[in-house]
C-alpha cells in the first residue's frame, strides 16, 4: 500500500466488451508492448483551480487553458475523481459533468474515477458515504449499481459517455469498509461490490471500459493475492490499473515485473492510473509537502529536470513491461489559495501535493515534461 498523499490521512506502510477495446485499448499483444495508447493526466482539481482564478501557460509562457496546455505535451486521456457528496461541492456529480464537456470537446477521452465516498479513498481509508453509512452489504450493491448507472448515464445524455471508469481507488484490501473490507482473505463481500460496478457500467454503456485499480506496483505477491483473489469470486474487468510512486512502490525494475506479471497473469491490458515526482523542495503555502527530500529515488533529484526524467523512465519502464498507458496524477495542482487537499475545508486547507504539479508556482508548465507513445 501507499502512504499518506495529497494532504489527506495517512494511508498503511504495507500497499478499462468492449467493441471498441481493440480500436481504444487494445490488448496485450506485441504491439502494446511498444506503445502507449492511453497518455493520462488526473486533473481532478483544475476545475476548482480555474474557478479561483489560476492561470497556466504553456512552457513558452503563453497562456493558455491547462487541458490545451497538457495535450499539446501529449496527455490524451483525462482521469477525473468522483465523490458522492463531497462538503467542498467539487468532484462530485454536476461538477464532473460539467468537467467532462470540457474534456470530450477538446477531444480528450475521459476516465471516471469512482471512490464511493464523500471524500479521499486509498489503501488506509474507504470510508461509505455518509448517506450509505448504516446501509449492510446487500443494500451496498444496490448503492454502487445505482451511483455508478446515474453518474454514467447522466455523462452519456449529455454526450460525454466515460471511456473508462475505475470502480474504487487504489482498493487493496477493498472499499466501503468496513462491509466491503477483504478480512481473512475473504473476498466475497467485495466481489459482490465490483460485479455491482461493473454490471452497472455494462448496462449504463457497453464500450466503457471498467478499470479495478490498486496501489499494488509494489509487489507481486500483493497483486496476485488482490486479482486472484476478485477473480475467484468472478469478479470482471477489463483493464487493470496500478499506482506507481517510486518513493513509496520501490525499484522500477520491480514495477515492470509486476506489470508484466499482471499482463500475462490476467489477460488484460494493464495501466499506471497514477505517478508523479516532486520538481521542488520548496513549498509554497502553508501545508507541507507530502514528499520533501531533495532526491526522493536514486537518481531524480527533485528539479525540474529530475521530475522529467523520472516521468519519462516510468513511460518507457511501463511500455517496456507491456502496460498501454500512464496517468500522472493532479500535474495542475499548485499552490492556488482555497484549493486546498479537503473537502471539508477546501477554502482554508493547503496544498501537500503542489511541489509535484508539472506546472511552477505561476501556473508555468516546466519545459521537459512529455507524454509520450
Same mark, same amino acid.
Given at each position: 500500500?501507499?502512504?499518506?498523499?495529497?494532504?489527506?490521512?495517512?494511508?498503511?506502510?504495507?500497499?478499462?466488451?468492449?467493441?471498441?477495446?481493440?480500436?481504444?485499448?487494445?490488448?496485450?499483444?506485441?504491439?502494446?508492448?511498444?506503445?502507449?495508447?492511453?497518455?493520462?493526466?488526473?486533473?481532478?482539481?483544475?476545475?476548482?483551480?480555474?474557478?479561483?482564478?489560476?492561470?497556466?501557460?504553456?512552457?513558452?509562457? /503563453?497562456?493558455?487553458?491547462?487541458?490545451?496546455? #497538457?495535450?499539446?505535451?501529449?496527455?490524451?486521456?483525462?482521469?477525473?475523481?468522483? =465523490?458522492?457528496? +463531497?462538503?467542498?461541492?467539487?468532484?462530485?456529480?454536476?461538477?464532473?459533468?460539467?468537467?467532462?464537456?470540457?474534456?470530450?470537446?477538446?477531444?480528450? @477521452?475521459?476516465?471516471?474515477?469512482?471512490? %464511493?465516498?464523500? !471524500?479521499?479513498?486509498?489503501?488506509?481509508?474507504?470510508?461509505?458515504?455518509?448517506?450509505?453509512?448504516?446501509?449492510?452489504?446487500?443494500?451496498?450493491? !444496490?448503492?454502487?449499481?445505482?451511483? !455508478?448507472?446515474?453518474?454514467?448515464?447522466?455523462?452519456?445524455?449529455?454526450?460525454?459517455?466515460?471511456?473508462?471508469?475505475?470502480?474504487?481507488?487504489?482498493?487493496?484490501?477493498?472499499?466501503?469498509?468496513?462491509?466491503?473490507?477483504?478480512?481473512?482473505?475473504?473476498?466475497?463481500?467485495?466481489?459482490? #461490490?465490483? @460485479?455491482?460496478?461493473?454490471?452497472?457500467?455494462?448496462?449504463?454503456?457497453?464500450?466503457?471500459?471498467?478499470? &479495478?485499480?490498486?496501489?499494488?506496483?509494489?509487489?507481486?505477491?500483493? $497483486?496476485?493475492?488482490?486479482?486472484?483473489?476478485?477473480?475467484?469470486?468472478? /469478479?470482471? =474487468?477489463?483493464?487493470?490499473? #496500478?499506482?506507481? %510512486?517510486?518513493? =513509496?512502490?520501490?525499484?522500477?525494475?520491480?514495477?515492470?515485473?509486476? /506489470?508484466?506479471?499482471?499482463?500475462?497473469?490476467?489477460?488484460? +491490458?494493464?495501466?499506471?492510473?497514477?505517478? $508523479?515526482?516532486? %520538481?521542488?523542495?520548496?513549498?509554497?503555502?502553508?501545508?507541507?509537502?507530502?514528499?520533501?527530500?531533495?532526491?526522493?529515488?536514486?537518481?531524480? +533529484?527533485?528539479?525540474?529536470?529530475?521530475?522529467?526524467?523520472?516521468?519519462?523512465?516510468?513511460?518507457?519502464?511501463?511500455?517496456?513491461?507491456?502496460?498501454?498507458?500512464?496517468?500522472? =496524477?493532479?500535474?495542475?495542482?499548485?499552490?492556488?489559495?482555497?484549493?486546498?487537499?479537503?473537502?471539508?475545508? &477546501? $477554502?482554508?486547507?493547503?496544498?501537500?501535493?503542489?511541489?509535484?504539479?508539472?506546472?511552477?508556482?505561476?501556473?508555468?508548465?516546466? +519545459?521537459?515534461?512529455?507524454?509520450?507513445?
Amino acid at each position: 500500500m501507499t502512504v499518506y498523499r495529497t494532504g489527506r490521512t495517512a494511508k498503511a506502510a504495507v500497499f478499462l466488451a468492449a467493441v471498441t477495446l481493440s480500436a481504444v485499448l487494445p490488448a496485450p499483444a506485441a504491439s502494446a508492448a511498444n506503445t502507449l495508447t492511453v497518455l493520462g493526466a488526473d486533473v481532478s482539481t483544475a476545475q476548482r483551480a480555474l474557478d479561483l482564478g489560476a492561470k497556466y501557460s504553456d512552457a513558452n509562457g /503563453v497562456a493558455g487553458d491547462p487541458l490545451d496546455i #497538457l495535450k499539446g505535451a501529449g496527455v490524451n486521456y483525462v482521469r477525473l475523481r468522483v =465523490w458522492n457528496n +463531497p462538503r467542498s461541492g467539487y468532484n462530485n456529480k454536476a461538477k464532473i459533468l460539467r468537467y467532462a464537456q470540457t474534456v470530450k470537446a477538446k477531444g480528450l @477521452k475521459l476516465l471516471v474515477d469512482f471512490h %464511493y465516498s464523500d !471524500t479521499w479513498a486509498d489503501p488506509g481509508t474507504q470510508t461509505k458515504p455518509a448517506a450509505w453509512a448504516s446501509h449492510g452489504i446487500g443494500a451496498l450493491q !444496490t448503492d454502487v449499481y445505482d451511483y !455508478t448507472y446515474d453518474v454514467c448515464s447522466a455523462l452519456k445524455a449529455q454526450g460525454t459517455a466515460p471511456d473508462s471508469v475505475q470502480i474504487g481507488n487504489e482498493i487493496n484490501v477493498g472499499m466501503l469498509w468496513n462491509d466491503g473490507k477483504v478480512v481473512d482473505n475473504n473476498f466475497t463481500n467485495l466481489g459482490l #461490490l465490483l @460485479k455491482a460496478g461493473y454490471n452497472a457500467t455494462k448496462a449504463c454503456n457497453g464500450a466503457t471500459q471498467v478499470i &479495478i485499480h490498486t496501489a499494488d506496483a509494489d509487489s507481486d505477491a500483493h $497483486a496476485r493475492w488482490f486479482y486472484d483473489g476478485i477473480r475467484a469470486k468472478g /469478479v470482471q =474487468w477489463d483493464i487493470t490499473g #496500478l499506482s506507481y %510512486y517510486c518513493y =513509496w512502490h520501490g525499484t522500477m525494475a520491480n514495477m515492470a515485473g509486476v /506489470v508484466s506479471d499482471m499482463r500475462s497473469r490476467y489477460g488484460k +491490458p494493464v495501466v499506471l492510473a497514477e505517478t $508523479a515526482y516532486p %520538481y521542488t523542495t520548496a513549498n509554497h503555502d502553508g501545508t507541507p509537502n507530502v514528499i520533501s527530500a531533495s532526491q526522493p529515488c536514486s537518481g531524480y +533529484p527533485a528539479t525540474p529536470a529530475g521530475q522529467a526524467a523520472n516521468f519519462t523512465a516510468v513511460q518507457n519502464t511501463a511500455r517496456g513491461a507491456g502496460a498501454i498507458g500512464v496517468f500522472y =496524477w493532479e500535474p495542475t495542482w499548485y499552490a492556488v489559495p482555497g484549493n486546498g487537499w479537503d473537502p471539508a475545508d &477546501i $477554502a482554508h486547507s493547503g496544498n501537500g501535493w503542489e511541489n509535484q504539479a508539472v506546472f511552477d508556482r505561476t501556473g508555468r508548465l516546466h +519545459p521537459n515534461i512529455r507524454w509520450s507513445p
